[in-house]
């Protein structure tokens, strides 16, 4: 299957593409990881993500997506962890509710700081 | 199932699934064609063990072969899964290999103990069947003593405290009207509800003209799935209602070889669970290369990920939404698989299937039914033919449909 840069994220969309509202913002400067009954399976698209515990699936719609969430528990922030990934600074928002949507489904959660 | 990040409409996303995946996003196992019911719509015929079934570790390297896909859960099925001797045992080889099991059952099998079992794992989930929001509607079905049977899995599962498994109906002509009450139940026994379409498979092929929705009744349950938004799964099994205006959630889209498939009881991987024909047979999990072979490389696959057409349908300006609905139905109503579904809203399968005359539609390759099915209706006296269906060596099976099959205690 050809790997191709999809286009860049732009608003996260829950499935058949409504609106998201009323999720709180994402802390870029909190400490997160990936939930711990999350598996993701790397596809030409991104990523599927799958929770065990509320088993539900999510698509994560860009390779790059699927990096910063898979590097998430390597670094101090999310702010970190997008500038390692290489998101473009004109795009930390919209990774910024990409990320929001997926605390909203559980799949990535908040880290004791070490 | 949520999209995150989809910078345009989800149809990117879809056009992807088209194309396939590497491994599919979930798969249906039926473990066994052996059952202790004879529900008249069995997509599967099932009701007598094959034995050529997989042995356990045949069972196990099918698994591990899934793990390695990274293949998340499978939804095991049948016939009724739970009669195999080594159900449990497979149930928890899957789960220490990181793949998730759900498992469809009657309810025959779980009792106090059992349910104390499957609430305990977070790994394993369990869907109930149920028909009819009252015995007279499901047993008609399902077979007498099926809707006491489930009702009391339920309430032990409940009372395990296992909440949100699943109950899953089939949608009829006989019990559309009682969807509340089916979402009653669900919210009684602490489940969520699941709807999926009936389709004109196995034996449900012989009962479809009697059971499936009437137009009317499609259009009411399009707005009751509607209302209930999320709450509700379907398996995205009703995309062909999309064509009533706006999207049902889920994929809307065929996912049979793309993203979905299906392992039968004797390895043989079909392109969906509705499809078990030897036009969709796209390979043996026992052949070199095992199942994923099958899955990346057989012709079949690979053609139905290839573009599709429309056919008929191009023209029609709801296309893109219905996508000309299941090809399952279509195949087993005898209709083109690139025309209209039997039961397109805007009618044109109807046109279609009128329009038949004396065809015959195709039969299911395989028929591991213990008897002649049970009529709904006493069919028209027809002069007609039927194409000869393979009869499965019955040997190990010919005094009872659990012949050397056996309850485990848990």
């Known amino acids: 299957m050809p790997v191709t840069a999809p286009p860049a994220p732009a608003t996260p969309a829950p499935s058949a593409g409504a609106p998201v509202a009323g999720e709180p913002p994402f802390d870029l400067d909190g400490a997160w990881s990936l939930h711990p009954q999350v598996a993701l399976r790397p596809e030409s698209f991104g990523a599927l993500a799958y929770h065990f515990g509320t088993r539900r699936l999510s698509f994560l719609k860009s390779p790059a997506l699927h990096a910063l969430v898979d590097s998430l528990a390597d670094h101090a922030t999310a702010r970190e962890a997008c500038a390692a990934a290489g998101v473009p600074a004109a795009q930390l928002p919209s990774y910024q509710r990409a990320l929001a949507t997926l605390v909203a489904s559980d799949m990535i959660v908040p880290r004791e700081p070490a | ?410």
């Open chain 2, 1 to 410: 199932m949520t999209v995150i990040d989809a910078p345009k409409p989800v149809g990117t996303l879809v056009d992807r699934f088209q194309e396939g995946l590497d491994a599919p996003i979930c798969l249906t196992w039926e473990l066994t064609y052996a059952c202790n019911l004879a529900c008249v719509h069995c997509l599967s015929s099932s009701g007598r063990r094959d034995p050529r079934e997989l042995s356990t570790d045949e069972c196990k390297a099918v698994i591990d072969e899934l793990q390695r896909m990274q293949v998340f859960y499978v939804n095991i099925g049948g016939g009724e899964p739970t009669v195999r001797k080594d159900f449990w045992e497979l149930v928890d080889y899957a789960t220490a290999h990181q793949v998730g099991v759900k498992f469809s059952t009657n309810g025959s099998r779980i009792d106090a103990d059992v349910a104390r079992r499957i609430a305990a794992s977070d790994y394993v989930d369990v869907q109930i069947s149920l028909d009819g929001a009252t015995a007279e509607v499901n047993d008609h079905v399902r077979g007498a003593g099926s809707f006491a049977t489930a009702i009391a899995a339920m309430g032990h599962l409940k009372d395990a405290g296992f909440a949100g498994f699943k109950l899953s109906v089939v949608c009829t002509r006989q019990n559309i009207g009682q969807l509340d009450d089916f979402k009653a139940i669900a919210d009684e026994y602490g489940a969520q509800l699941r709807l999926t379409r009936l389709r004109p498979s196995g034996r449900g092929a012989d009962v479809w003209d009697e059971l499936h929705p009437l137009p009317e009744q499609q259009r009411a349950l399009y707005h009751w799935l509607l209302a209930h938004g999320e709450d509700v799964l379907t398996g995205d099994s009703f995309f062909h209602l999309a064509a009533f205006g706006e999207s049902l959630p889920g994929l809307n889209l065929c996912g049979a070889g793309r993203v979905v498939c299906l392992i039968d009881p004797v390895g043989d991987v079909y392109a969906c669970p509705f499809a078990i024909h030897d036009s969709f047979l796209a390979g043996n999990v026992r052949s070199p290369g095992g199942f994923t072979t099958v899955w990346r490389e057989s012709d079949l696959f690979l053609e139905l990920r290839s573009p599709q057409t429309g056919g008929a349908c191009n023209s029609c300006a709801h296309f893109d939404s219905c996508r000309g609905g299941c090809m399952a139905a279509k195949f087993f109503t005898g209709l083109p698989l690139d025309g209209p579904d039997p039961e397109c809203v805007l009618g044109h399968g109807e046109q279609l299937l009128a329009a038949r005359g004396d065809t015959v539609p195709p039969k299911p390759s395989l028929d591991h039914s213990k008897k002649k099915p049970r009529r709904l209706l006493e069919r028209r006296p027809s002069t007609i033919t039927l194409p000869v269906v393979q009869s499965v060596p019955d040997r190990a099976c010919d005094e009872s449909p659990l012949a050397g099959l056996e309850r485990t205690p848990v």
